[in-house]
């Protein structure tokens, strides 16, 4: 699996959108970029998924550069609810995920 | 529509006893993965199963873990002899055999303590 690198925390006012960056230099042509959050003791839950075109969903929205070397989760408007710690993660589809330290995103009111 | 189903939700077993984790994937998905959280650590993947069949275990322990996903009935994890090093929280996802991506829905976990 490709390796992502993403910061270790951010902040972002309830109402604002919170864009989420990753980097996933190394990733190969037939690897997806999943997005998923972990609400705190709560089961990872799964946000979207991406090839190499832009996507979006009632959740967020994916948006995948050009090389594919790096991506950006873009919630519209943060609430609360959305304070987590987000993953993303490049590998084969069917593969075990690999999880890394994540982002902490706080949304503060 | 119902998720994925895990139970217990919480488990106490003594040292040396034994722990069984049940996972139901959500209808139509025959594909089911373990993962175990520690405390205060990221989530790490133990195994991935599909109906019968053991496609993946690098992530289990060589000793004492066991996973089986039979034909009739849930997904079983169990742990003979648990110590206080199995402590943790054990996750259960499953996802669709017909989609592109295979994504993965996670169910709520199972908080396992051993005393």
């Known amino acids: 699996d490709a390796k992502t690198t993403q910061p270790p925390s951010m902040d972002c006012a309830e109402g604002r959108a919170a864009n989420l960056p990753c980097n996933h230099s190394?990733?190969?042509?037939?690897?997806?970029v999943y997005w998923y959050r972990q609400i705190h003791s709560q089961g990872p839950q799964y946000i979207i998924h991406g090839l190499k075109n832009n996507e979006t969903n009632e959740m967020a929205s994916l948006i995948i550069t050009e090389d594919r070397k790096s991506s950006t989760l873009i919630l519209p408007h943060a609430t609360l609810r959305d304070t987590a710690v987000y993953y993303c993660?490049?590998?084969?589809?069917?593969?075990?995920?690999?999880f890394g330290g994540g982002t902490r995103l706080m949304v503060k009111p | 529509n119902a998720g994925v189903m895990q139970n217990p939700r919480h488990l106490v077993r003594r040292r040396g006893q034994e722990a069984r984790l049940r996972c139901s994937p959500m209808k139509g998905h025959s594909h089911v993965y373990w993962y175990r959280q520690l405390p205060e650590e990221g989530l790490k993947f133990m195994v991935y199963l599909q109906k019968e069949n053991i496609i993946d275990e690098s992530g289990m322990p060589k000793e004492r873990f066991s996973a089986e996903f039979p034909k009739e009935g849930p997904s079983i994890l169990r742990i003979q002899q648990v110590v206080r090093g199995d402590s943790a929280a054990y996750f259960c996802?499953?996802?669709?055999?017909?989609?592109?991506?295979?994504?993965?829905?996670f169910g709520p976990g199972t908080r396992l303590t051993v005393t």
């Open positions: 190394t990733i190969s042509g037939n690897e997806y």
């Open positions: 993660i490049a590998n084969n589809a069917g593969n075990m995920l690999t």
């Open positions: 996802a499953s996802s669709p055999p017909n989609r592109e991506a295979y994504e993965q829905y």
